[in-house]
T-cell receptor
Framework: DVKVTQSSRYLVKRTGEKVFLECVQDMDHENMFWYRQDPGLGLRLIYFSYDVKMKEKGDIPEGYSVSREKKERFSLILESASTNQTSMYLC???????????FGQGTRLTVV | AQRVTQPEKLLSVFKGAPVELKCNYSYSGSPELFWYVQYSRQRLQLLLRHISRESIKGFTADLNKGETSFHLKKPFAQEEDSAMYYCALSGQSNTGKLIFGQGTTLQVKP
């Protein structure tokens, strides 16, 4: 059974804090993704990684960075959290040709 | 650039009625297209992909390259079909970047 696991279901952080969202997959997938899910805006790609240490910006990378030091782990970093980054964050992984992307359970981040 | 547009935020139908969820895309090459579904309190999951030409839970979707569309259809909606549906596109590239649309909430009333 494919598993994509996000480290937290709910997080509350203060404005200006550095925030780490962690994601781990156990299917040896090459690709990993971070999305924001907001009502009316759908899933917007923040960053995408197609190999260890390789990354590509998505549609909304501003205010975020990522790290992929190991194939199974993809971290999303908010260098200085702001209230407009309050959202649901979804991690996903897929094989090189993404016939199927598998999603984590999501992290609901609230920045106060 | 890759872009996916789902024009309807909400589609509300009665049980037994036909359903069509619209999806249009923008991509200069040959795309791979998918429909994903998220049921209440569940993870987002793949429903179907155009390359497989399959029918899942009674849903089908046909890629129309001329109209750049990939609409999702079901002849008779069931209450359990109520969910959020996302259309997604992956361009034919080595990296496999996956882009989603805005999503459509399908509400099937009894």
């Amino acid at each position: 059974d494919v598993k994509v696991t996000q480290s937290s279901r709910y997080l509350v952080k203060r404005t200006g804090e550095k925030v780490f969202l962690e994601c781990v997959q156990d299917m040896d997938h090459e690709n990993m993704f971070w999305y924001r899910q907001d009502p009316g805006l759908g899933l917007r790609l923040i960053y995408f990684s197609y190999d260890v240490k390789m990354k590509e910006k998505g549609d909304i990378p501003e205010g975020y960075s990522v790290s992929r030091e190991k194939k199974e782990r993809f971290s999303l970093i908010l260098e200085s959290a702001s209230t407009n980054q309050t959202s649901m964050y979804l991690c996903a992984s897929s094989s090189r040709v993404p016939f199927e992307a598998f999603f984590g359970q999501g992290t609901r981040l609230t920045v106060v | 650039a890759q872009r996916v547009t789902q024009p309807e935020k909400l589609l509300s139908v009665f049980k037994g009625a036909p359903v069509e969820l619209k999806c249009n895309y923008s991509y200069s090459g040959s795309p791979e297209l998918f429909w994903y579904v998220q049921y209440s309190r569940q993870r987002l999951q793949l429903l179907l992909r155009h390359i497989s030409r399959e029918s899942i839970k009674g849903f089908t979707a046909d890629l129309n390259k001329g109209e750049t569309s990939f609409h999702l259809k079901k002849p008779f909606a069931q209450e359990e079909d109520s969910a959020m549906y996302y259309c997604a596109l992956s361009g034919q590239s080595n990296t496999g970047k996956l882009i989603f649309g805005q999503g459509t909430t399908l509400q099937v009333k009894p």
